[in-house]
């Protein structure tokens, strides 16, 4: 680190995610020619392309770690908040969570809601007769509120994902 070219952090972003796919190729290469038949030389030598991917990773990780600083030291305001851009990221993870979760909650229409079917009781000394049966049920969260949860989330996620973004085109590594 020292004399590598100023990318901005989308950018750096970019060429992580290129020499992720670099480096999948050359581990790739090496793990199909790491053995062959004495007659058959493969397509790549194992030990040139284990090298090439050994590199990539290096130059990754230093990309990485640049990335990772400046996450750390790049703050801006957020709901009446220094934040610094580490604390964005981890919490746009947050907010998918919660998204999920809520998005995964079995809720009825509304509070207060009753089911009803029917059952056999056994009397006794008689025959089984078939009745009716109510359940009550109680749900804290109702169809239209969950709904709307979800949406005040994925707003909110919509809003500090921009942040995020226009902070990572005008930050340099």
């Excluded at 030990?47 to 750390?72: F, P, Y």
């Excluded at 009550?136 to 709904?147: D, Q, R, T």
């Excluded at 707003?155 to 921009?162: P, Q």
Aim: glycine share 4%; with cysteine; charged share 30%.
């Amino acid at each position: 680190m020292g004399t590598e070219k100023e990318l901005t952090i989308s950018q750096a972003l970019r060429k992580i995610k290129d020499l992720k796919g670099k480096i999948a190729r050359h581990s790739q290469n090496a793990t199909t020619c790491v053995t062959h038949k004495t007659d058959s030389p493969p397509a790549y030598s194992f030990g040139s392309e284990w090298e090439k991917a050994t590199a990539l990773v290096d130059e990754m990780l230093d990309v990485q770690t640049r990335v990772a600083i400046a996450n750390a030291k790049t703050t801006f305001d957020y709901e009446g908040k220094t934040r610094t851009l580490v604390w964005a990221t981890k919490k746009l993870v947050e907010i998918k969570g919660a998204i999920a979760w809520h998005t995964g909650l079995d809720v009825r229409a509304h509070e207060k809601t009753t089911d009803e079917s029917f059952d056999w009781v056994h009397k006794v000394g008689g025959s089984p007769e078939r009745v009716r049966v109510s359940v009550e049920y109680i749900c804290h969260l109702p169809e239209a509120e969950k709904s709307a949860r979800i949406q005040a989330l994925e707003t909110k996620f919509v809003e500090l994902n921009d942040l995020v973004e226009t902070m990572n085109h005008r930050t340099t590594i």
